[in-house]
């Protein structure tokens, strides 16, 4: 793999006319280390990865990106940055240009941030002039300041130093932060094309346009997506609710307003949302991106820092966006407390209840914690392997995990109300 990545990223430097001298003119050490900054509008101190104090720009060291260095006009040296993001050279005093590309790869696992499908790069350049004195002194560059895919790099090369996230040996992962998901809705992982999708949304209310690619919980919820899919083919979904109760259109919408979207929703998809009755299926695969977005910015063992990205209705109105909120040990149960029905929500779930069901199994229940991998073998060994069924996951979940993890699935299915 990492042969294959070399030749497209050499192709590349070929293209761009350059030639490589590998020769070392003079025994003066530079060591580069290199960050990728970061800007979001949904930051929430609270969180523990990729924060940033308001109005100011963060970073994230550039862990495993592609880099090449040119001297005085001459191309020097490429590769992967190291662990810590960095690298060193020996060529001397001189003029260097120092070119990093919205990639990583540590060895096992890849992951390529294009502007669009058209997978042409658009890399970021820092100057120095170097001289003698500067051997052996590290020199901080940062890359990619108010630019989306230096927010999509700062992820990827968070996300790939992190094993408990579920980025897997040998897979190569694809993000496109400016271009809408085929067929046209605002941010998806797309599993025909095995790509995330980060575009942009025009609000139903005032018609202002929001880029994907500023919103990290939605940058998280996705990616979980597409590490969901990759680790075992699913959950998969898309119906939401069989009571009509969709987006805008709120004809023969049986449900009271905590369950539903509508009219309260005007930031995004009016699909689905936090609080929506859904297919049990839907309101696993988006309480999973839910869980994931939190995962990926927080610690482990411990509550995790959310900020929601559509608007939430309560009794006191609509709590607007980005909404933060801790996920903790003690149960939401929105789907029992107001959205049971005459059916008594059987095959039915909420997306906040099932983000506090997979947050809690795998951060919180200790011995038996459940991994990325572990969820996705219960869904794969399912019948069918689908979602559909609480009974079927339960018991999927016992024949995996005999013993006390099994059955702290079905433990934790009846503390958070998912168990229906």
């Not at 995330?196 to 025009?202: F, P, R």
């Not at 346009?209 to 919820?221: C, D, E, L, M, P």
């Amino acid at each position: 793999m990492k042969c294959v990545l070399q030749l497209a990223m050499t192709v590349g430097i070929a293209a761009a006319g350059l030639t490589l001298d590998v020769g070392k003119a003079e025994a003066q050490t530079y060591r580069f280390c290199n960050l990728w900054d970061f800007t979001w509008q949904d930051d929430w101190a609270a969180q523990d990865y990729l924060t940033h104090v308001p109005s100011t720009v963060g970073s994230q060291t550039a862990h495993y990106s592609w880099y090449n260095i040119v001297k005085d006009g001459t191309l020097i040296d490429y590769g992967w940055l190291d662990s810590e993001g960095c690298v060193e050279t020996t060529a001397g005093p001189g003029s260097y240009l120092l070119r990093l590309y919205p990639a990583v790869y540590d060895g096992a696992k890849s992951f390529f941030i294009y502007p669009n499908d058209q997978e042409q790069w658009q890399t970021f350049e820092v100057t120095r002039q170097m001289n003698a004195t500067q051997g052996h002194i590290t020199q901080y560059n940062r890359f990619g300041s108010s630019n989306g895919l230096a927010n999509m790099a700062a992820v990827a090369a968070h996300g790939v130093t992190r094993p408990e996230l579920g980025f897997q040996s040998g897979e190569h992962y694809v993000a496109y932060t400016y271009q809408n998901c085929p067929g046209g809705a605002a941010a998806c992982y797309h599993p025909g094309t095995e790509a995330m999708y980060l575009g942009e949304h025009i609000r139903a209310d005032n018609f202002a346009t929001q880029r994907r690619i500023w919103q990290k919980s939605i940058v998280g919820h996705e990616l979980g997506h597409m590490i969901s899919s990759r680790l075992a083919g699913g959950p998969s979904g898309g119906n939401y609710t069989s009571e009509n109760c969709i987006g805008e259109n709120d004809d023969g919408c049986t449900l009271p307003q905590e369950c539903q979207c509508y009219p309260h929703v005007k930031s995004s998809n009016g699909a689905h949302c936090l609080q929506s009755r859904e297919f049990l299926s839907d309101a696993a695969q988006e309480g999973f991106g839910h869980f994931y977005a939190t995962a990926l910015y927080n610690a482990p063992n411990q509550p995790g820092a959310f900020a929601y990205y559509k608007e939430f209705w309560t009794y006191g109105g609509t709590i607007f966006p980005p909404f933060p909120y801790e996920v903790g040990l003690t149960p939401v149960g929105w789907l029992e407390a107001f959205c049971l029905e005459n059916d008594g929500g059987s095959d039915r779930g909420t997306e906040v209840d099932w983000q506090w069901f997979f947050y809690n199994l795998n951060r919180v229940f200790n011995s038996s914690n459940y991994s990325m991998e572990d969820f996705a073998a219960v869904y794969a060994n399912s019948p069918g392997a689908g979602w559909s069924s609480w009974s079927e996951l339960a018991d999927s979940a016992a024949a995996t995990f005999p013993g006390i993890k099994g059955a702290s699935w079905q433990t934790a299915g009846d503390l958070y109300g998912v168990n229906h």
